[in-house]
């Protein structure tokens, strides 16, 4: 059964700073992963979406990179900003079913 | 339209009654999710229809959700019988292609939140 941890729950940064976000998984058998934020009250916007063959995305100051045979998926995000500030999800999909993580709470001081 | 659609917005309703919540997928998008989100709580995936079909319904909380989806747009989610536990927000995808394939990327509505009295 494909478990999804995202690490840390939370996180509070100034502006400004680079960070890395966290996500694993326990089934290596994937064939992509997708990285989502979702706003207080809001659905979820897709941010970078990496295939199985894939290490990496890039999309402006976001990059997601993805090792499948350790489970491990990063989202850094460059100069962070106060729009910065949202739940960072990743989403492991398998054969049937997407498993979303708890998620990381960012919030970034201006 | 440009994106996924909900509806209701929102839903309030008494213990025992049944609901549907609608789900109109981006145009030519054959695959469409949907997801269950209680409050505090991560998304919770509840089923997958690649065209009209479902390959795995085992992600339904109980045998009182059921889903369908017609002419491989447009789908339903019925709760019968709802109970306060069913409360959260319903969100609903979309992707070009289904579960299985290296790119599918999901493109979610803005949900239906559902509350049970």
């Known amino acids: 059964k494909q478990e999804v941890t995202q690490i840390p729950a939370a996180l509070s940064v100034p502006e400004g700073e680079n960070l890395v976000l966290n996500c694993s998984f326990t089934d290596s058998a994937i064939y992509n992963l997708q990285w989502f934020r979702q706003d207080p009250g809001k659905g979820l916007t897709s941010l970078l979406l990496?295939?199985?063959?894939?290490r990496e995305q890039t999309s402006g100051r976001l990059n997601a990179s993805l090792d499948k045979s350790s489970g491990r998926s990063t989202l850094y995000i460059a100069a962070s900003q106060p729009g910065d500030s949202a739940t960072y999800l990743c989403?492991?999909?398998?054969?049937?079913?997407?498993?979303f993580g708890a998620g990381t709470r960012l919030f970034v001081k201006a | 339209g440009a994106g996924v659609s909900q509806s209701p917005s929102n839903k309030v309703t008494e213990k025992g009654k049944d609901v549907e919540l609608r789900c109109d997928p981006i145009?030519?998008?054959?695959?469409l999710y949907w997801y269950r989100q209680s409050l505090g709580q991560g998304l919770e995936f509840l089923i997958y229809?690649?065209?009209?079909?479902?390959?795995?319904k085992s992600g339904l909380p109980s045998d009182r959700f059921s889903a369908e989806r017609t002419g491989g747009s447009v789908s339903t989610l019925t709760i019968q019988r709802t109970q306060q536990e069913d409360s959260a927000v319903y969100l609903c995808a979309s992707s070009l292609e289904g579960l299985g394939a290296g790119y599918n990327e999901q493109f979610f509505g803005p949900g239906t939140r559902l509350t049970v009295l």
């Open positions: 145009s030519g998008h054959t695959a």
């Open positions: 989403a492991v999909n398998g054969g049937f079913k997407t498993i």
């Open positions: 990496i295939q199985s063959s894939q």
């Open positions: 229809f690649q065209g009209n079909s479902a390959p795995d």
